[in-house]
């Protein structure tokens, strides 16, 4: 008897291991007319239809070649999602990085996105040695995400002509609750110089809704590049950086002028990573303390523990962690579903952190007592 008692607890917690384990894939690899899925970002329209964008990576799942901007949506808030639309197709070329933000206001969606040959790689883009360069480009919807403008490239409003690599997001943008540009769009981005090939994060803003896109603030050191940009009550910006530093620890920079400048870099001595990027969203609850959330591989030496924590402090602090997902794992976007729930949308697997990307949720009172 007693060792049937313990057969059936090591099943039982066999089983339970197996199911915490279980990855609810958006996009799983090898389906729907593509090799790999990278990149995910997130976003809630006017009308709160979730969408999740990425890269479907038509070959390989190589940050080269024949990529596609790719779109599901769930109307039952992340429980079930469409069936996979292409936003932007441009043959065998390279259309990704998708970053999203919504104007609140008038509901227009802005998806800022890059493209590139398909033929070039980033390290003969950084050289100068490739045959074009790495472009910007906007596409908006009106209508919660069914129907989509065509691109239009407005490089030359948001990139310097001494930039060479560049990258927008990829993870959401944000709308600014406070101060004299109250309504602002960001979207955090990146980019490389030119000779010195230094990699640094910046930003870029809209003050009309989303139509039109000017280059913002860029932090002043370098050996940072994808980043995430979150708006504290105060009225201040706090951009996370990914960092390419020895010490694996992520990087911060605080603006007090709505993203027109940043401040000096500091090291976040709470957030680990493993050179990989991130993702942080403010937390809206009513008559609640502020939350800032944050995503990321939670490990310094590999791409592993997909993990959410949570300050109290204006990121002072991390004091609280929360495993998704024990194994594999590397890019992130977190959501705000409604007044209960944050989702994270995350690209994970058993044997490669690309397998697919994958999509929890968790109650925000379930964090707050971890």
Known sequence: MKQTYKVICFLLIFCLNIHAQNLDYVFKNESEGYKCFRIPTILKSKNGTIMAFAEGRKNSCSDTGD????????????????????IWNDGVNTCGNPSPVLDKKTGRISLLSTWNLGTDHEWEIILQKSQDTRRVFLIHSMDNGETWTTPKEITNSVKKSNSTWYATGPVNGIQLRKGNKKGRLIIPCDHIEAVTKKYFSHIIFSDNGGLDWELGGSTNQHNVNECTVVELNNGKLILNMRNYNDDRLRKLSISEDQGES??????????????????????????????????????????????????LDKTKTWPITKLLHNGPS???????LNNKEIGCL?????????????????????LLLN
Do not use: H
């Open 330 to 336: 590397a890019y992130s976007n977190l959501i705000q």
């Open 262 to 311: 940043w401040k000096n870099i500091y090291s976040d001595n709470f957030l680990i990573e493993p050179i990989c990027q991130a993702s942080m969203i403010s937390i809206r609850r009513p008559l609640k303390k502020e939350i800032i959330a944050f995503s990321n591989p939670n490990s310094r030496n590999s791409r592993e523990k997909m993990s959410i924590k949570l300050s």
């Open 346 to 366: 995350f690209e994970g697997g058993y044997k490669s952190p690309y397998e697919g990307i994958a999509f929890k949720k968790v109650l925000i009172k379930d």
């Open 67 to 86: 990529i596609d901007l790719v779109l599901k949506k769930s109307y039952d808030n992340g429980l079930t999602w469409s069936k996979l639309r292409v």
